[in-house]
Nanobody, 124 residues
Framework: QVQLVESGGGSVHTGGSLRLSCAAS????????MGWFRQAPGKEREFVAT????????DYADSVKGRFTISRDNAKNTVYLQMNSLKPEDTAVYYC?????????????????WGQGTRVTVSS
């Protein structure tokens, strides 16, 4: 069982940056690919970024490519999402998720474990 706790959300202005962290419990963190998803008010949850077990393979939603960077530190059981050049349309609750597979995964239904979410608000 993996428990995930996100942190780092907050309120910023357009163009600002935030770094989200997701701390995972358990000793098998490196066996999980990790992902970040987000859900804006009135919208469905959408994929943001994913990283494989080793941190060498990543994938991003087109809307965040070039602005967001996902990374992980297996020694610290933590995955990060560095968000730069934030836009109002990035406003959402951001969720960390873990899937028991080695490769990247962009589909939410592949993920078995989810955090409680952290809110990001970007104002113009």
């Amino acid at each position: 069982q993996v428990q995930l706790v996100e942190s780092g959300g907050g309120s910023v202005h357009t163009g600002g940056s935030l770094r989200l962290s997701c701390a995972a419990s358990g000793r098998t963190f490196s066996r999980y690919a990790m992902g970040w998803f987000r859900q804006a008010p009135g919208k469905e949850r959408e994929f943001v970024a994913t990283i494989d077990w080793s941190g060498t393979s990543t994938d991003y939603a087109d809307s965040v490519k070039g602005r967001f960077t996902i990374s992980r530190d297996n020694a610290k059981n933590t995955v990060y999402l560095q968000m730069n050049s934030l836009k109002p349309e990035d406003t959402a609750v951001y969720y960390c998720a873990a899937t028991y597979r080695l490769g990247v995964a962009t589909t939410s239904t592949l993920y078995e474990h989810w955090g409680q979410g952290t809110r990001v608000t970007v104002s113009s």
